[in-house]
């Protein structure tokens, strides 16, 4: 609380707040927060291609297989080969029956590493596949 002189003749002071540690707090956490921000994103850039087409409605976690540019092959982000997918879907699908993938692809990527996928979630015994895709821009 701060008295100005003037006022110490009447007897009344006045009441100001001090906003610089609340500036300076604030400019603290603001740069934190941008700091932390992009370290905080993670996963595998895919390009992916666009097409119209309405968003699936998430339930449970999602098994995501993504395909990148240079044809290497996640699931949920972890790296592995294509067999190595398989046994991995294999394994989940025993535990859960009815269990649906979703399949990211770069645009990019060749024809044949994605049907090579395909055809082992199909051989996992994954019934349910989904594509996913970028909505179509303006230019179309």
Do not use: C
Not at 73 to 80: F, G, I, K, P, R
């Amino acid at each position: 609380m701060a008295i100005d002189s003037s006022s110490q003749r009447d007897g009344t002071t006045i009441s100001q707040i001090n906003v610089t540690p609340l500036v300076d707090v604030m400019l603290v956490l603001l740069v934190t927060f941008m700091v932390t921000a992009p370290i905080i994103q993670q996963g595998v850039q895919v390009n992916l291609p666009q097409a119209k087409a309405g968003a699936i409605p998430g339930r449970e976690e999602q098994l995501v297989v993504t395909i990148n540019r240079n044809g290497r092959v996640y699931l949920n982000d972890n790296a592995m080969t294509l067999s190595e997918l398989g046994q991995k879907l294999r394994a989940i699908r025993q535990a859960q029956q009815n269990k649906e993938v979703y399949l990211r692809a770069d645009q990019d990527v060749r024809y044949g590493v994605v049907i090579k996928a395909i055809a082992e979630i199909k051989q996992a015994g994954i019934e349910k596949l989904g594509m996913v895709t970028r909505p179509l821009s303006q230019e179309g």
